[in-house]
């Protein structure tokens, strides 16, 4: 028998010998296969960093089940569905422990405006560059959601802005930003620059900034506001001292979230934290 055969056959007799661990919920149960073996293995192995001391199979049998364990079981069953290894997942986990488990920094949000509702219980700040493309992705989605979608009342999200070196006008973008902020039209002006990303001309501004309403006068004169450079120099100071290296770099509730950037993945999470604000 060759090793490939062998590992086939130690899959199928795993999901025999663990069938029950891997159909305590919907999303495990419907599982077949190898994507059930690899699912089966992580839940038999790994262990949730909260409210119950087994491994995730042990917690699940148990009578009830607490909801941060059936929330991973899930995680870890959407996982091996998608095709991820036994070895991605695993590394997942330890990562998502760490984003719960980092220390709380200081971040200055005294000139952020909050997108979704003020009295939201979990604060979501990212430092995200203007030129940067997956912020364009991130950002939009994570404010649709916060504002009108699964994290509506569970979030409230603020933006520092960190401009790359390396993308070009990330800094006259970060400005137009704070000078749309300064003229009441921040998140607007966020929304239509990421919107057109990829017809970005910093000639073009002004133009932009008429567009959300804004006075062009008034904000061509912002944009070269020495006050305004300070705060964006100020917010690229705060992200290196957060151990800010690349964006988007997500805190949740004060802490830094290391885990999968993928939204349903940030959105499971924070409703692990608003859960557990309960």
């Given at each position: 028998?060759?090793?490939?055969?062998?590992?086939?056959?130690?899959?199928?007799?795993?999901?025999?010998?663990?069938?029950?661990?891997?159909?305590q919920t919907k999303t495990?149960?419907?599982?077949?296969?190898?994507?059930?073996?690899?699912?089966?293995?992580?839940?038999?192995?790994q262990y949730p960093y909260d409210c119950c001391d087994e491994t995730l199979a042990k917690c699940l049998r148990?009578?009830?089940?607490?909801?941060?364990?059936?929330?991973l079981a899930n995680d870890v069953c959407r996982r091996a569905g998608a095709g991820e290894s036994q070895a991605d997942i695993e590394r997942e986990l330890l990562r998502r422990a760490a984003s719960r488990n980092s220390p709380k920094v200081k971040i200055d949000l005294s000139h952020a405006v909050v997108a979704g509702d003020p009295s939201a219980p979990v604060p979501i700040v990212m430092y995200v560059c203007a030129r940067c493309p997956y912020c364009a992705r991130?950002?939009?989605?994570?404010?649709?959601?916060?504002t009108e979608g699964r994290l509506k009342g569970k979030a409230k999200l603020y933006l520092r802005p960190f401009p790359i070196r390396s993308h070009e006008h990330s800094t006259v973008g970060g400005m137009a930003w704070l000078a749309a902020g300064r003229?009441?039209?921040?998140w607007e002006m966020v929304l239509y620059m990421y919107a057109n990303f990829d017809r970005f001309d910093p000639d073009k501004l002004p133009d932009c900034a008429a567009h959300q309403g804004m006075d062009r006068a008034a904000f061509s004169k912002l944009l070269g506001d020495p006050a305004l450079r300070r705060q964006l120099v100020e917010s690229k100071k705060e992200g290196i001292r957060n151990h800010v290296t690349a964006t988007p770099t997500l805190f949740i509730q004060g802490r830094k979230y290391q885990a999968d950037l993928?939204?349903?993945?940030v959105e499971d999470f924070v409703e692990e934290v608003a859960e557990a604000r309960k």
């Open positions: 028998m060759t090793s490939r055969q062998l590992g086939v056959l130690l899959g199928l007799l795993l999901v025999l010998y663990a069938h029950g661990a891997a159909a495990c149960d419907a599982l077949r296969g190898a994507k059930r073996a690899v699912a089966v293995a992580v839940l038999e192995s148990k009578n009830p089940v607490c909801s941060l364990v059936t929330r991130l950002t939009p989605a994570l404010y649709h959601s916060v003229l009441g039209k921040f993928a939204l349903p993945a």
